[in-house]
């Protein structure tokens, strides 16, 4: 059974940083690309940043890009999001995803954590 588990969310105030980690079970690891989502209330779940199996591709939102950095650990098949100049508009559920291949759409990802909460404080 495969599991997500994210982890290191909470309050930071604007312009801090967060690191989030997602550790993985199930399957192996390093077959897979891994995702970060998020959903603010009211919104819809909106792409992050992806990596691809051997971490050598790395994709950003726009919103994110030069903030956030996205990496992966494939003997701790954990991934990671480095969140730094956080702003108040990065308030939102933070979700680890797993699919085939590192895409920006949510239906590519097959698996997905529970979330972990960010919240920014202006």
């Known amino acids: 059974q495969v599991q997500l588990v994210e982890s290191g969310g909470g309050l930071v105030q604007a312009g801090g940083s967060l690191r989030l980690s997602c550790a993985a079970s199930g399957r192996t690891f390093s077959n897979y690309a891994m995702g970060w989502f998020r959903q603010a209330p009211g919104k819809e779940r909106e792409f992050v940043a992806s990596?691809?199996?051997?971490?050598?591709?790395?994709y950003y939102a726009d919103s994110v890009k030069g903030r956030f950095t996205i990496s992966r650990d494939n003997g701790k098949t954990t991934v990671y999001l480095q969140m730094n100049s956080l702003k108040f508009e990065d308030t939102a559920v933070y979700y680890c995803?797993?699919?085939?291949?590192?895409?920006?759409?949510?239906?590519?990802?097959?698996?997905w954590g529970q979330g972990t909460q960010v919240t920014v404080s202006s």
């Open positions: 995803a797993s699919g085939r291949i590192a895409m920006t759409s949510a239906p590519a990802y097959d698996y």
């Open positions: 990596i691809s199996r051997s971490g050598g591709g790395t």
